[in-house]
């Protein structure tokens, strides 16, 4: 018995260690905001804000980068699409074997973003990097929650109460990441159109060469 109360202890202390820290909000700029852990700090370099902070379960980093000034506006929503599809293959670059995970889209505010998990594994175990990326005209924001593989199951209550923690101002709207709403034509749709057409045009074309064929059969 005595041996089953000091396994439960270590049991209850181990949990202790693993749990969530405070969290309190930052302001990124008077656009965004996020909550950090208490002990975060913040560095600046050359415009580039970064904040971080570790907690016990994982280690979370805010970056604020200014887009250049002569930044060329994106048209259109399949332009930022290609902006993020572009991030994403830079950060996978960063390290071999690395791999990005669970890519998809999702709304921050009025803003489309990006979240994806990024696997690496180096030798020394895998790690995994939660991301979200709000790209605007002006500035791209990146909020990260590294964690170990472990601790998986450990971290989910605490990257969700980071990640719902993101304040995005309504002042921020689409047309502050990319100039048009319509979605236009899309290439899949353009290539269906021309298929289609093309079949038509082929069915019409042997419906005319049998019918002048029967005709020129009736009058002889």
């Known amino acids: 018995m005595k041996k089953i109360l000091i396994s439960f202890s270590l049991l209850i202390l181990s949990a202790a260690g693993f749990a969530q820290a405070p969290l309190k909000p930052v302001k990124i700029d008077s656009l965004v905001a996020v909550s950090l852990p ?21 280690y979370m980093v805010v970056i604020r980068q200014p887009n250049a000034e002569n930044n060329t506006p994106l048209k259109k ?53 939660n991301f979200i990326v709000i790209y605007t005209q002006d500035v ?4 990260e929650y590294y964690y170990q593989q472990n601790r998986a199951e450990l971290i989910k209550d605490e990257y969700k109460k980071f990640s719902g923690s993101i304040v995005i101002s309504p002042e921020l709207k689409r047309t502050d990441q990319y100039l048009s709403n319509a979605k236009g034509i899309s290439p899949r749709l353009i290539t ?6 093309l079949l038509i045009g082929i069915i019409v074309f042997y419906i005319t060469r049998r019918n002048k064929k029967l005709r020129e059969q009736l009058e002889r």
């Open 77 to 129: 929503e399949r332009d930022l699409n290609k902006v993020l599809k572009d991030y994403i293959k830079g950060i996978k670059g960063q390290a071999e074997g690395s791999d990005a995970l669970n890519v998809r889209d999702t709304t921050m505010g009025h803003l489309k973003a990006k979240t994806f998990t990024l696997s690496t594994d180096q030798g020394a175990g895998v790690q995994f990097r």
């Open 38 to 58: 208490e002990t975060f700090t913040k560095k600046d370099t050359l415009g580039q804000q970064i904040y971080s902070g570790n907690t016990n379960l994982g």
């Open 140 to 143: 791209t924001y990146t909020f």
């Open 192 to 197: 269906g159109v021309v298929i289609g057409l």
